[in-house]
């Protein structure tokens, strides 16, 4: 283990009563306070679960599968954390149940265990520690969110690791942060203390006393519940904060701030010599107001096969606020099930909306719906926007319908299709020139290209224009690819290849010139999408979708 004079000081956050109380947002809003009084941050998040990572879970089980820069597929909490704290996570900030115990038990085939008898004391809890070390070294403090509620079965041994933790390290490096739910009944007209109560009495009894409550309700904690809560569960009063449900997340940071959050953090972890005296929220501030008061509003139709489930696309819904936020504009979503579109017919389903979105996503369910949005907008000239899936929809979409290749498909949908203008490729070159191969026969966990990849922008393109630089970095997540061989007759047909990878083998962008807004991307920008930045991409879109709204009006003010 690390020795305790180099150790980043840890604030773990664990969940009680019930789950999805919004953990992820409450420790990266902290991050975000955090942060904002100067201190480097880091975030961490360790699930449960015995899957090494979410890469092969169905979205409607897990939601979104979130990419890091190295190719980490992860849970969708590091979103919230890139998206609060100015920092990109890696695979080290996402650790599983399956990877820690696929790690030991290699150590053990290897013999690392010198004949000891593997055991989840002190193998597996040490594994834990040492992978908590790994990710949080170097920074000033680091959030540590435990997946799960307290009392499951699955995050014992990650309950376990971390009161070691506290043990070896003492109280001024490492403090524990506890959500719980403080439900309010109607019946009675009160809120009820007695599940934070009980989940208080559920912790202290695997040997965990929470330094901090973090309390989530309808409605501000009365200071008589927050003394009742203090009383019964032995924190100190001040330390029990009001979570109540918000209109905006993005104003959580400064909701925890008001009540010294921050400041608690920074007394019990002895940070003072490093954070500022106060927090520097305007960021956070201007964001909420972009959001508060608008001065335009869009409706913009997400096209998938996931919308049952919104966490599918939490990133993509994300991004496309983020995008509003940087032009004033509040971005209504009409979530619609692609096969609806197949089903209805696209002109009736999609009538109305000032812009389309067509994300990421695998087989042939529903595929044919987002063919025929990329035809309806190719032909309606509403704005346009395809997202890895996306592109490869409207690639399809053009060769039919366009270029005349009847027939045209993915091969990933069509096996025997005549024109495979989408196909598995089989090899490539990574960024540090290692070669990848993947076959038909591949594991799906690991036949995707994945992370962060340079490439270059066509000179002159909508994309270009819109990024301000010849070569940027997107993350990507996807098996199939433009093929090459329909290159050309694509580009007679009208599409623009507006990005390639930087050997100029993989097809990244297209787009349509003679169409107000038709932009298809093979990466996830919304991956790299911000509250305070925004993405170029996603900024782009909301614009022409407000610029159609308004019948091409904002186009000839911004010429003027």
């Known amino acids: 283990m690390t020795s305790p004079r180099s150790v980043t000081p840890l604030v773990f956050v664990t969940g009680g009563v019930v789950s999805s109380l919004g953990k992820g947002i409450a420790a990266a809003s902290l991050a975000a306070i955090l942060e904002a009084r100067g201190l480097r941050v880091t975030m961490m998040k360790l699930d449960p679960y015995i899957n090494v990572d979410p890469g092969t879970m169905s979205p409607f089980q897990h939601g979104e599968v979130y990419v890091t820069d190295d190719g980490a597929e992860t849970d969708l909490d590091l979103g919230h954390y890139e998206r609060f704290v100015n920092v990109h996570l890696s695979g080290r900030n996402s650790i599983t149940t399956g990877k820690i115990y696929e790690s030991v038990i290699a150590k053990e085939r290897r013999g690392d265990y010198l004949g000891a008898t593997v055991q989840v004391i002190p193998h597996i809890t040490d594994e834990i520690k040492r992978s908590i070390d790994a990710a949080t070294q170097g920074y000033d403090v680091a959030l540590v969110e435990i997946g799960g509620t307290v009392g499951d079965i699955e995050s014992l041994p990650f309950l376990e690791a971390i009161r070691q933790l506290r043990t070896e390290r003492g109280a001024d490096k490492a403090m524990f942060m506890h959500l719980t739910l403080v439900p309010y009944i109607a019946a009675a007209g009160e809120l009820k203390t007695k599940p934070t109560q009980h989940s208080v009495k559920e912790l202290r009894s695997i040997g965990i006393q929470p330094d901090v409550l973090v309390c989530r309700s309808e409605q501000p904690l009365p200071d008589g519940e927050r003394r009742k809560i203090a009383s019964f569960t032995n924190v100190s009063e001040k330390a029990v904060i009001s979570a109540v449900d918000l209109d905006d997340i993005h104003k959580i940071p400064m909701w925890l701030h008001a009540q010294g959050l921050d400041q608690i953090v920074v007394e019990r972890l002895d ?247 038709f932009v298809a991307c093979q990466a996830h920008p919304e991956f790299l999408s911000t509250p305070r930045s925004g993405h170029p991409l996603f900024v782009g879109f909301v614009r022409a979708a407000r610029e159609r709204k308004a019948g091409g009006k904002l186009l000839k003010e911004a010429r003027a």
Request: hydrophobic share 35%; proline share 3%.
């Open 271 to 517: 940070l003072g010599d490093r954070a500022g005296e106060s927090a520097d929220l305007s960021e956070w501030l201007d964001v909420v107001d972009a959001t508060e008061r608008p001065i335009d509003e869009v409706t913009i139709a997400v096209v998938g096969k996931y919308v049952d489930h919104k966490d599918a696309y939490k990133s993509v819904g994300e991004a496309l606020k983020h995008g509003g936020i940087r032009q004033r504009t509040r971005v209504a979503l009409k979530w619609i099930e692609s096969q609806d579109i197949e089903r209805e017919g696209a002109e009736r389903v999609l009538a109305g909306v000032d812009g389309i979105l067509v994300p990421g996503g695998f087989g042939d369910r529903g595929f044919e719906g987002k063919v025929l949005a990329s035809q309806y907008a190719r032909e309606r000239r509403v704005p346009y926007f395809g997202i890895c899936y996306g592109l490869q929809a409207a690639v399809v979409d053009i060769a039919r319908h366009v270029a005349g290749l009847e027939g045209a498909n993915s091969t990933e949908n069509d096996r025997q299709t005549p024109h495979p203008v989408i196909g598995l490729i089989t090899e490539w070159r990574t960024k540090t020139g290692e070669v990848e191969r993947r076959s038909e026969d591949s594991d799906l966990g690991g036949t995707m290209r994945l992370g962060l990849q340079e490439q270059r922008l066509k000179p002159g393109s909508r994309v270009r224009e819109l990024y301000g630089k010849d070569v940027v970095g997107e993350r990507h997540r996807h098996r199939y690819e433009f093929n090459n061989r329909y290159r050309t007759q694509l580009e007679d047909a009208g599409l623009v290849i507006s990005a390639k990878s930087m050997d100029d083998l993989l097809v990244e962008m297209i787009e349509l010139p003679q169409h107000p807004w």
